[in-house]
């Protein structure tokens, strides 16, 4: 019944936005079930790396398959899958952006600022948020995650401002139809 009272209606939704929610909403699941995770998932970011490079190629294997289908139509249901796999393991946002394989597995979008080009001023003494004081800072994390990382380097490419109008999309796709799409065009350009 608590989720009835008005009080709750705006976290709620707004998570449902993907926008940060501070973890004073439910301060012991996300420290006990999401920070447990998702530290996990940093501490494993070469094994992701390596899976999301092998995973990133199966989904361009099958773009016959999603341009058949018509990307617009997998998309509902792909982006149900992404929201549940990355949700649990990285406790993803659903930017439609995805920059993990650029922060060392650790989701920018967890940091209550939501910066995607490193930490602000505010980490405290112990690594943690200086808003979330038991929250790892994810940039702290992110840094030790890409240091693991074959391409670890790549946490030092400056990312773009998030683009409001692709949150709730999935990555997956797009990346795979932009890959297909640079792949077409070389394979023109090579006859041409
Ligand atoms: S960067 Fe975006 S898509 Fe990737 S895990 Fe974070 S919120 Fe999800």
């Given at each position: 019944m608590a989720d009835a009272k008005p009080g709750n209606a705006a976290p709620a939704k707004k998570a449902a936005t993907g926008a940060y929610t501070p973890s004073g909403v439910s301060p012991n699941r996300r420290s006990r079930r999401s920070y447990t995770i998702r530290l996990w998932a940093v501490r494993h970011s070469r094994f992701f790396e390596w899976f999301y490079h092998r995973f990133a190629d199966v989904f361009l294997l099958l773009h016959p398959l999603w341009k058949a289908i018509g990307y617009s139509r997998v998309e509902a249901p792909i982006t149900f899958i992404e929201r549940n796999v990355k949700g649990l393991l990285?406790?993803?946002?659903?930017?439609?952006?995805?920059?993990l394989s650029s922060t060392g597995m650790s989701c920018p979008m967890n940091c209550p600022k939501q910066l995607r080009n490193g930490p602000c001023?505010?980490?405290?003494?112990?690594?943690?948020?200086?808003?979330?004081?038991?929250?790892?800072?994810v940039w702290v994390k992110a840094w030790e995650g890409s240091r693991n990382m074959v391409k670890g380097d790549a946490i030092l490419n400056v990312q773009k401002p998030v683009?409001?109008?692709?949150?709730?999309?999935?990555s997956w796709l797009r990346v795979t139809a932009q890959a297909a799409e640079a792949r077409e065009a070389a394979a023109a350009a090579k006859d041409a």
């Open positions: 990285f406790d993803c946002r659903m930017c439609g952006q995805c920059a001023g505010g980490v405290r003494a112990n690594g943690n948020c200086e808003v979330e004081p038991d929250m790892p800072c683009n409001q109008s692709l949150r709730e999309t999935s």
